[in-house]
């Protein structure tokens, strides 16, 4: 079982940057594929970026590649999304999800455990 804790989100301007962080709990944490997902007002949950279990492995959307960095540290039980260059539509719910196979997946039916999501606001 694991538990995870986003924190970071909050309001910035077009341009700026914000770093997320989810902390986990749970001893098989460095076992796990992570990623963060987001959900804009009235729209799907949508893929933003995974890591492998041993960070090894990245890959993002293309709407935010370049932009953001996905991270994690597996002492810290942490994973990051570094955001830069905010943009407007980056705004929303950004989700930590955890997947058991250990893989950076990017269907989040795939991912097995969920954060309850920090909110990310970039004004115009």
């Known amino acids: 079982q694991v538990q995870l804790v986003e924190s970071g989100g909050g309001l910035v301007q077009a341009g700026g940057s914000l770093r997320l962080s989810c902390a986990a709990s749970?001893?098989?944490?460095?076992?796990?594929?992570l990623g963060w997902f987001r959900q804009a007002p009235g729209k799907e949950r949508q893929f933003v970026a995974g890591?492998?279990?041993?960070?090894?492995?990245?890959h993002y959307s293309d709407s935010v590649k370049g932009r953001f960095t996905i991270s994690r540290d597996n002492v810290k039980n942490t994973v990051y999304l570094q955001m830069s260059s905010l943009k407007p539509e980056d705004t929303a719910v950004y989700y930590c999800?955890?997947?058991?196979?250990?893989?950076?997946?990017?269907?989040?039916?795939?991912?097995?455990?969920w954060g309850k999501g920090t909110l990310v606001t970039v004004s115009s």
């Open positions: 999800a955890a997947d058991q196979s250990g893989a950076p997946n990017s269907d989040h039916s795939y991912m097995d455990y």
């Open positions: 749970g001893r098989t944490f460095s076992s796990y594929g």
């Open positions: 890591i492998s279990w041993s960070g090894g492995t990245t």
